[in-house]
């Protein structure tokens, strides 16, 4: 059975991990001893025109990807581009001449990239280990998003809040970690930080490699009878969906395979790394073709 924390002990760890806040001086400190302004860390949200120029040109990319449409017998259509891709001349013109302003305090942006980073860690099917050697959940992607936005704002959820209030949005802003930033600056620095601070209070964590699942809702079992509202049609409806599931499940095995060889050709994820970096060892779970 998989162990979670409490919300109190979710922030009770939070707050021993940063008891100046995300963005405490002790942080700023360690991670950027010459200030925020002057930071690489700062280029996570304020990325130069050659930066917003490649994304921009990966934006186009995926769009192209979403228009290609696959048939039943697995032939692909291609829909006619409707955008050309971005002019780089164009393009870099206007992203040099827009000022660089920043919304936030130093501290606010510095503990936006921690908390970011943090969810990369403490989320995405990762585990914490405690010292007795036992795993623990922050919670789900969804819920540790949300602990992170509450921490960062200073304000605990209150004992007679609904967490799964999909009206509350505050968790959006952590969730799925640092991956629209991730390729804009080196984050090592933030992720050894985290870990050396684990690793203070005793704790050890266990790497996942990312693997899509598939979630799928039947209908609640009753008393009745199996003969009962027996309908012919639907039963072949129902066949079918389960040789689509089937093979959809099938394909992302294939993908998580092909996913595994591709990661034995590559240096390990920055993640990875800063945890040998800061612990001497690689993570449990890494690397993961190895049992």
Avoid at 15 to 41: H, I, Q, R
Avoid at 185 to 210: E, H, N, S
Avoid at 211 to 237: C, H, M
Wanted: glycine fraction near 6%; charge should be negative.
């Amino acid at each position: 059975m998989e162990a979670w924390f409490t919300e109190e002990e979710a922030f009770a760890l939070l707050k021993k991990l940063f008891p100046e806040g995300l963005g405490g001086a002790d942080v700023e400190a360690a991670l950027c001893p010459e200030g925020w302004s002057k930071s690489a860390l700062r280029l996570a949200f304020h990325p130069t025109p050659e930066q917003q120029f490649a994304e921009a040109l990966r934006w186009h990319k995926n769009s192209l990807r979403l228009l290609s449409l696959r048939r039943k017998d697995d032939t692909e259509t291609t829909l006619p581009d409707p955008n050309p891709p971005p002019d780089r001349e164009t393009f870099m013109a206007e992203a040099r001449s827009r000022p660089d302003s920043q919304d936030e305090s130093d501290e606010r942006e510095l503990g936006r990239l921690v908390g970011l980073c943090l969810w990369d860690i403490l989320s995405d099917n990762h585990d914490l280990v405690l010292p007795d050697g036992s795993r623990k959940y922050l919670g789900s992607f969804r819920a540790t998003a949300g602990i992170i936005a509450d921490f960062f704002s200073g304000e605990e959820s209150s004992d007679n809040e609904d967490p799964w209030d999909f009206g509350r949005m505050d968790y959006c802003e952590f969730y799925m970690g640092t991956w629209a930033v991730g390729g804009r600056t080196d984050l090592a620095p933030v992720y050894r930080m985290i870990f050396a601070r684990l690793r203070t209070t005793g704790l050890d964590w266990q790497y996942a490699f990312p693997k899509l699942g598939v979630i799928r809702f039947k209908k609640p079992e009753t008393d009745d009878p199996e003969w009962a509202g027996y309908d012919p049609s639907a039963a072949l409806e129902e066949e079918e969906k389960e040789r689509e599931h089937a093979k959809f499940e099938a394909d992302l095995e294939e993908a998580h395979r092909e996913s595994l060889e591709a990661a034995k050709k590559r240096a390990p994820p920055v993640i990875v790394t800063a945890y040998h970096e800061t612990f001497g060892y690689y993570p449990p779970g890494w690397p993961p073709w190895e049992p």
